[in-house]
C-alpha cells in the first residue's frame, strides 16, 4: 500500500501545480491507475504573505504545523511543501511533527552535486533568491549560488506576486525571465533553480537556455518515490 502523502500548501496556484506534478511521477514510475493517496490542506495565502512580511517565522511555524496536524489527521504519512519562501520554518515544523517532512532543499542541492554542478542561478522571490534557503545546502557541496541583479529581482517580484500566485501567464513575462537566465548564463552559471512553485508556468527545460533544477518537481518526485518505495 502507497504511502499517504500530505501536501501544505501556500500559493493556491503553487500548490495545485505541484499536484499534477505528483501524479504525473506517479503515472511515470508506476502506471496511471498507481496513484498514491493524497490529502491537500492550505492555511489562507495572506496570513503567510502577513507573517513574511513581518519576519515573524514562528507565526510561519504556526501555520505549517496547522496544516501537517490536520493532514496527520486525514491519514497522511509524511508531508511536503512546495513553496520555496516558507522552507526556512520547515526546520521548526519538523520539531514534534505528528508526520515526517520531506524538504525541498537537500533534494535540489543532491541533484545539482550528482551533475557537478557549479555554479547556479536561482529564479524567486528576492527573500529566497537573497538568503541561505539555497545557499547553505549548496555551498556545503561546493556549489556557489548567483542571485539576479537588483532591477532583475524587482521584475521578478512583481511577476510573482501581481502574476503568477493569481494563475496569470504573460508572453511578456516569460521573455523577461528568459532573459534573466541568458544573463545567469553569461556569468558562468551552468544551471538554474527554479525556486518558485509557479516558476514552471513560465520556464521549461525546454524554453531554458540552461539547465533547469524545477524544485517542486525534484520533491514531487522524491515524494513518489518514497511513497510507492520505488
Not at 513560465?202 to 518514497?226: C, Q
Request: hydrophobic share 40%; glycine share 6%.
Amino acid at each position: 500500500m502507497a504511502t499517504h502523502i500530505g501536501i501544505v500548501g501556500v500559493s493556491p496556484e503553487g500548490a495545485a501545480l505541484f499536484y499534477q506534478q505528483v501524479t504525473r511521477w506517479a503515472s511515470r514510475l508506476h502506471g496511471p491507475h498507481e496513484q498514491p493517496r493524497v490529502t491537500i490542506h492550505n492555511e489562507p495565502l495572506s496570513l503567510y504573505l502577513d507573517a513574511i512580511r513581518q519576519n515573524d517565522w514562528h507565526a510561519v511555524d504556526r501555520l505549517l504545523r496547522s496544516s501537517a496536524e490536520l493532514l496527520h489527521r486525514c491519514g497522511a504519512q509524511c508531508c511536503v511543501c512546495p513553496d520555496n519562501v516558507v522552507q526556512h520554518a520547515l526546520q521548526m515544523a519538523e520539531v514534534g511533527s505528528p508526520i515526517p517532512w520531506l524538504a525541498m532543499t537537500d533534494l535540489v542541492a543532491e541533484a545539482a552535486s550528482r551533475d557537478k554542478r557549479t555554479r547556479l542561478g536561482i529564479i524567486g522571490t528576492q527573500l529566497v533568491a537573497n538568503s541561505s534557503t539555497y545557499q547553505t545546502h549548496l555551498g556545503v557541496r561546493g556549489i556557489r549560488v548567483a542571485a539576479p541583479e537588483p532591477d532583475e529581482a524587482a521584475t521578478l517580484e512583481q511577476i510573482i506576486f501581481g502574476e503568477l500566485i493569481y494563475g496569470e501567464i504573460r508572453p511578456e513575462s516569460r521573455l523577461q525571465v528568459l532573459r534573466i537566465i541568458n544573463h545567469f548564463a553569461s556569468k558562468g552559471c551552468d544551471g538554474v533553480i527554479l525556486a518558485c512553485s509557479e516558476a514552471p508556468m513560465l520556464i521549461t527545460r525546454e524554453n531554458s537556455t540552461l539547465p533547469v533544477y524545477d524544485a517542486a518537481d525534484i520533491l514531487a518526485e522524491a515524494a513518489v518515490r518514497r511513497s510507492l518505495a520505488v
